[in-house]
């Protein structure tokens, strides 16, 4: 099977000015609307065999700049069955496409957090799939409240693959891309395309998270649809820094489509099931998944602990508290 993927390239409308949730929401509505006019547009124009989009990194909110975690999730954070996430399913099953984005979410087993997660809603509005973040620097991720949280959810939850009948999908989360352990872990469970909603520097050097990119596509033989932001506006921060350079990357490492700056449609490219399923099957100095030999590094990853589980499980969920964790860590690798 072959089909067109598109890394839509969105303006990202903020919510950092608005001081209620009602108007956060009527702000994304708005937002939705004008989501669903493009991406009909660009089916129109690059065929209606574009069966999955992916936009970018806080595509309906923004980030939080001066909000505390607790500010952020009353005012941005979206509720699990709430209207806006029905908003998108209405959207998606118009549009009849795989849809996948990132955004700020509450959960009812943690109450005073919220967790920033990449989904997959399916062709008939489904949810197929939540990837809560697990790396972030000012952000709650699942590591932080780590026993709660597989009490809650179990491990696999951390690494969710949906299989579905365009491949079997899986997300990552913004600078999860830099990590590459969290591309094996979903490649180990099966995933062909890995989708990378982001919010990148605007800049035309070769940053850490586009070298990241194809080294993830390479290691593990998998597809990777990245898409950026093309400018975050109405909040203080200048609206270009994170703009431009979404792409789709081959099994082999290879850009198939990269757009500029700007909103944009350019990085739209086939994705080829059939060769990516012969690719991986095929016994060859490239095949990397098969030449795994994870037995090497187990004892390695069991022996030793970097930056620690459950730090908010008796902390503020505050930026001076990710800080201090981080400064503790620093102290603790070079002391």
């Not at 952020?72 to 959207?91: N, P, Q, V």
């Not at 989360?173 to 099966?190: F, N």
């Not at 082999?252 to 099931?273: F, R």
Request: hydrophobic letters at 40%.
């Amino acid at each position: 099977m072959s089909y067109k993927a598109l890394a839509l390239q969105l303006t990202c409308q903020t919510v950092n000015t608005y001081q209620t949730r009602n108007e956060a929401e009527v702000i994304m509505l708005h937002s939705i609307e004008r989501i669903e006019r493009q991406i009909a547009a660009s089916i129109g124009l690059i065929g209606r065999d574009t069966l999955l989009i992916v936009v970018p990194e806080f595509f309906l909110t923004g980030p939080p700049v001066d909000e505390t975690v607790d500010q952020w999730r009353e005012k941005a954070a979206l509720e699990i069955d709430g209207r806006i996430y029905e908003a998108l399913s209405t959207m998606v099953q118009r549009q009849q496409i795989y849809f996948s984005g990132n955004a700020y979410e509450q959960d009812p087993f943690f109450p005073e957090l919220y967790f920033q997660t990449n989904f997959i809603i399916g062709p008939n509005g489904d949810m197929l799939l939540r990837y809560r973040r697990l790396n972030a620097m000012y952000t709650p991720t699942p590591h932080d409240v780590w026993e709660l949280y597989l009490d809650a959810y179990g491990y696999d939850s951390l690494f969710p693959v949906a299989k579905t009948n365009i491949g079997n999908l899986a997300c990552i989360a913004s600078e999860d891309i830099l990590y590459p352990e969290v591309a094996r872990c979903l490649s180990m469970r099966g995933a062909e395309v890995l989708l990378h909603s982001t919010s990148d520097i605007g800049t035309p050097q070769l940053m850490s998270r586009n070298i990241a990119k194809q080294a993830r596509a390479f290691e593990n033989m998998a597809y990777v649809v990245s898409a950026n932001s093309a400018g975050v506006v109405g909040n203080a921060l200048p609206s270009n820094t994170t703009d431009g350079h979404s792409k789709i990357i081959d099994p082999k490492g290879i850009v198939l489509a990269e757009a500029a700056y700007g909103e944009s449609i350019v990085a739209n490219a086939d994705i080829d099931l059939a060769a990516l399923r012969e690719f991986r099957q095929r016994p060859a100095i490239g095949n990397q998944l098969a030449r795994q030999r994870l037995e090497l590094y187990a004892d390695s990853y069991a022996k030793y602990s970097v930056y620690p589980p459950n730090t908010l499980l008796s902390q503020p969920a505050e930026r001076p508290q990710f800080l201090r964790t981080q400064q503790e860590v620093i102290k603790k690798l070079y002391s």
